[in-house]
Structures are given as structure tokens and as C-alpha cells.
């Protein structure tokens, strides 16, 4: 029987992300970046069409819903960000700052299954320029306070920076911004066109780990935990201010020497001056019956523990509440896993855990 301390087989390291059909809005080619990505998938031979908004695409091909779904998750739809009023996005930030929605990932328990619907296919936008005036905006109106952006809400855009180089450009405009700060997690390693840009330490990259055993089973198509750690200490030898999400806290059997493990295993992997100033942010494993409906259908053999009658109900502040751990098993996990990154990184700070 497989326990979960084994190593699980090796995995490859994960390519840049090169899409297998392509969609522009005619106006994104208006732009130059627009104008760049076309040249790209041009160059690259990749299917291309047009659309007239990045918000209708209708004609995916595949024969089933689940086709449709693998294939929306290898298609990138380039177009104009209308909507500039932020979302929040508490707790790690202020506002969600939008440069890209969705995700090549294939993560089960990721809630973009939900909120993005219908419409899992990667859109990225193309209007930064617009979109960097907004959070302008959003800076003005709160200063002297400090406002932080997450760019993370609704994507993973490091693994699609190679073909936007849009965080570069949030990142150079916040390393000005005296009231303002950008943030962003990532499963993913692409991050050296980010190593030397000017950031004044205004960025702070966090990197989602994970034990072996979550890692394993339900994050395919993202990048290694080692690959993760070392863009980690790249990043953090940049002068990034550096963090680490552990999210979903997973109760699994064998969690305590999986999450024992985890830690163990970065502080090894991390170099000794790249953790000064880390940040940890815990989030326990959470699921909604909508989540719960469309991961069953989406992933059918999936081991990720969904059952009702094990959780605790937590009512939601748009009428949906969620399904998370009872407050004896959440607790445990907390202290656990809190008590784990204290022995190994004595000076980080724990941001929260929910
Ligand atoms: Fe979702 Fe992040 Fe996984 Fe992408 S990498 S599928 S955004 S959890």
C-alpha cells in the first residue's frame, strides 16, 4: 500500500504554458501587447479566431461538457478588461487587481471551478495601462494608507507572465507607488523575467505549497514543489518580500507527518537568506455544494474528501455558506501546522489561518 510519505513518481519540470487555440477581440490588437501576443501565437503556429468579446465564447470545440472543459482549460482569449471597479479581496489584500482570469491549472479544489462557471478558458487582458489608472485610483482615495492589490484572485498569472509580461508591468508601477503594494501566489516557477526589475520591495510573491500528499493527487498541470522553492529563493535573493500560502490545509491520513514533512523540507530547500521577513498564510480545505457538484463531475475519480455530514457549516457574506473542518479538527491543523513553521522559521509571521 502506498503511504504518503513516499516520494510519488518523478514529475516532469512544468513547461511555459503554450495554449492550443487562441481568440482575440479585434480591439485587443489595438494594443501593443495585443499586437505582441499575435505575433507570438503567429510565430508559434497556434490556432487563432476572433471573438467579439472575450465574455462569449461559445463555439469551444470537444463532444462533451468534460471535453470542452480540458479543452477551455488549454485556450486563451485575449481582450480588453471593461469591468474596472476591483473586487475586494480579504484577508491578504485591499482589492483584487484584474489582469487575467483563469487558469491552465487542473487543481480539484480550486473555487474557479465555481466562479468562473461556464467560462473556464484563460482570458488576459490586454488594456493595462486602464487597468494600473484604476488601482491609481483605489491608492489616491485611501492614502496615507497603505492599499494592497492581490493579482491573484482570479488566475495564476506568473504561469501565464511568459506571454503577457503583465505582472512586470504591475510590478514597476507599484515599486512608485509610495501608498500602494501588489501581491500575487503562484503554484507555478516562471519568474525569472521578474528577477531584475525595479519593485523597491513593494511586491511581495508568495508561493503555494503543499504536503506530498495534496501535491500528488490534486494539483496536475502546475509546477513541482521543488521548482516551486527554487523560484522561491530566486525571488527572495532579488529582494522580493517573500511568503508562502498553505492552502488547502488538507486532513488527510498521514497529515501530521505530511505537513511535518512540508516544512521540514523547505527550510532545507530554502536558502538561509531567503527567509528573513517570511510570511505564512493558512487556509483549511473548503468547499461549497455547487464546488462540491462540479469537482465530482469535472474530476470523477477524485480523492478529495467532500462529505457534508464531516464538516462544519460556515454561512457566507453572499448567501452561499461553506463547508469547512469542525472546529476541533480545525484547530488541530492550526496549532500543528503553526507550531511546524515556528520550529523551522522562528521569525516569520503567521498572517492568518481561515
Ligand atoms: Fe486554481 Fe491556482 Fe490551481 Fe490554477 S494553480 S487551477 S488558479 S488553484
Redesign the pocket.
Known sequence: MQTTLERPPARKKAESFIPELVYFEPAALDYPKGQRIMEWVKETGIPFRMTTSHNRITNLPGDSELEQYKIAKRTLVVGLRKTLKFDTSKPSAEYAIPIATG?????H????QTTLGAKPYIRVYVNTDDIMDAAKAYIDERAPEITRFEA?CT??PV?LEPITGSLAELIEFMADQEHGRLRFV???HHVDSLLPLKHNGHTRIRF?VNDKYVIKHF?P??SRFEDRIEAAAKVARAGYPLGFIVAPIIWHDGWEEGYAELFASLSEALPKDASSGLTFELIQHRFTKTAKNVIEKRYPKTKLEMEIEKRKYKWGRWGQGKYVYPDEQAEALRMFISERIFEHFPDATIDYFT
Open positions: 487558469c491552465m491549472g487542473h487543481c479544489y480550486c473555487y474557479l491573484a488566475s495564476d504561469g503562484t503554484k507555478f503555494s494539483e498541470a502546475t
